[in-house]
């Protein structure tokens, strides 16, 4: 049996911002009883410490040596993840659009990649994991034996994010956030490390005008397929 083999399962859901992978990967992670990775929160974390700082967004060097020394740590709250940067509990704050739209140019960063990728597959751990990102199938985990490549239009991404923000009260511009939402996708499929694209192997799975559990139902399928997962 070969070293792949005795490891636990992953199951990785890749795609564009606001496609759902999050949600979709949080359900599939409870419905197993499976960690948990969500690899975006790395590089806001990493994002917020840089903005933090004041550091220049385009200076790989810098960007790489506040990967490299992260004070940060997961706890489970209440069901939910919480991130702590610091000591201080940052959950919201990640999730800013000035740090979504600073994360992005931070991930483009090859020195950052390679800084936080041997962290990404320490959650790798039994009884297995669900990881959810841009590059979990083709770079964080290409044994992977289940793959997903989530995606829905950006018009409609656009719409989910600017009810999002008006639930909370944010008011914000949905001709913005779609401008936004195409730059971010241009900045993700060009980047010269690790570009968004799905994996030879991952079955793409388009979620414009389906819900939620539509999508959970589909990916859960595959997983029985591919795993034999009774639960799933």
């Known amino acids: 049996m070969s070293e792949t083999e005795n490891q636990p399962p992953v199951i990785t859901i890749d795609g564009p911002s606001g496609s759902g992978k999050g949600t979709i990967a949080r359900l599939v992670a409870e ?21 933090n700082r004041d550091a220049d967004l ?4 810098t960007l790489t040596e506040i990967a490299d020394n992260l004070d940060i740590r997961f706890e489970l709250r209440d069901g ?17 659009e000035r740090v979504s739209m600073a994360a992005s140019k931070v991930a483009a960063m090859p020195g950052v990649r390679a800084a936080l990728l041997q962290c990404q597959r320490d ?12 590059d979990m199938g083709t770079t964080v985990f290409p044994d992977a034996p289940v793959k997903v490549f989530l995606t829905a239009s950006a018009e409609e991404r ?17 001709r913005d956030l779609l401008e936004d939402i195409r730059a971010r996708d241009a900045r993700d499929m060009n980047r010269e490390t690790s570009p968004l694209a ?6 793409e799975l388009d979620s414009t005008g389906v819900d ?9 399928l595959l997983v029985r397929d591919r795993i034999g997962i009774s639960g799933a």
């Open 158 to 174: 656009a719409r989910r994010r600017f009810e999002q923000l008006r639930e909370k009260g944010v008011s914000v511009s949905l």
């Open 198 to 203: 799905p994996a030879d192997d991952a079955v």
């Open 80 to 96: 939910e993840v919480a991130a702590l940067l610091e000591g201080k509990d940052v959950t919201r704050d990640i999730r800013m």
């Open 31 to 51: 419905k197993l009883g499976y960690s948990l990775l969500d690899s975006g929160a790395l590089y806001r974390l990493t994002a917020l410490a840089a903005l």
């Open 212 to 220: 939620i559990d539509g999508v959970l139902q589909r990916v859960l």
């Open 58 to 61: 385009t200076d790989d060097a």
């Open 123 to 134: 959650f790798r751990r039994a009884p297995g994991l669900v990881a959810d990102g841009r």
